[in-house]
């Protein structure tokens, strides 16, 4: 049998036993499901009722109520780093925010991984504290 493949971009035609024809034949014919596949789900995900919920609603927009308590929260989240030194916030920012680990935050700051544990410790304690307190008010 005679079959036509792309070479480099240039159509070839090879003569092939009829098991080599029928296994490429057999793949070209699952490419062709794949293709038609993908561009039934173009994102790459079923289409389910999350999709129709999710996609069909309009951009978030943000309550003035919810504005305000996460204003709040910020602010009392600065107010408890205000209380900390220089270096603890620098550490504890580098590990809860960037999330480096305890040995990189180290090396970048040129202490050991003990102190920088120490200062992640002490701010993560200020914390616990500090909504404790006002849980209890």
């Known amino acids: 049998m005679e079959v036509t493949i792309n070479y480099n971009g240039q159509a070839v035609a090879v003569e092939v036993t009829l098991e080599v024809y029928e296994f490429l034949d057999r793949a070209d014919h699952k490419t062709e499901n794949l ?16 999709i129709i919920t999710t996609e069909g609603v309009g ?3 943000e309550t003035p109520e919810e504005y305000l308590c996460r204003m709040e929260t910020l602010h009392e989240l600065i107010a408890v780093l205000d209380t900390c030194t220089e270096a603890q916030r620098r550490r504890f920012l580098l ?11 180290g090396v970048l700051c040129g202490c050991s991984k003990v102190a920088v544990y120490q200062s992640v410790e002490a701010v ?7 909504f404790e307190n006002r849980l209890n008010e």
């Open 59 to 61: 951009v978030y927009g």
């Open 35 to 50: 293709f038609h596949e993908q561009r039934r789900h173009w994102d790459g995900r079923e289409f389910d009722e999350y």
């Open 124 to 130: 993560r304690k200020k914390f616990i504290n500090f």
């Open 95 to 105: 590990y809860a925010l960037d999330g480096l680990s305890l040995a990189e935050i």
